[in-house]
């Protein structure tokens, strides 16, 4: 069993930078495929952002080009690097790990463990 917890959200203002840190514990992180997916109020849970055991990345279109995802497999830790950030980017943001896969995926079901979220909101 592993354990993931998000750190770095909080309130910014539209075209304010924000960094998302998820801690994970577990010897087999490095080959982990991990995720960042986001919950506004009233909507589903979307991806956001994923990054391979590889380091291939994958973006959502409404991150793509503002946001940036990336791994440090010697500390075990997962980032999410968020530039000019729009009100629509309001939400809480979930660290995911997919054990099992070796590519990245859309579907939330195909990650395994989930941290316990960290808001974020952003202010017009």
């Known amino acids: 069993q592993i354990q993931l917890a998000e750190s770095g959200g909080g309130l910014v203002q539209a075209g304010d930078s924000l960094s998302l840190a998820c801690a994970v514990s577990?010897?087999?992180?490095?080959?982990?495929?991990m995720a960042w997916f986001r919950q506004a109020p009233g909507k589903e849970r979307e991806f956001a952002a994923g990054?391979?055991?590889?380091?291939?990345?994958l973006y959502s279109d409404s991150v793509k080009g503002r946001f940036t995802i990336s791994r440090d497999n010697a500390m075990n830790m997962v980032y999410l690097q968020m530039n000019s950030l729009k009100p629509e980017d309001t939400a809480v943001y979930y660290c995911?790990?997919?054990?099992?896969?070796?590519?990245?995926?859309?579907?939330?079901?195909?990650?395994?463990?989930w941290g316990q979220g960290t808001r974020v909101a952003v202010s017009s």
């Open positions: 990054i391979g055991s590889g380091s291939s990345t």
């Open positions: 995911a790990a997919d054990r099992f896969s070796s590519g990245i995926h859309y579907s939330a079901g195909t990650y395994d463990t």
């Open positions: 577990g010897r087999a992180f490095s080959a982990y495929v």
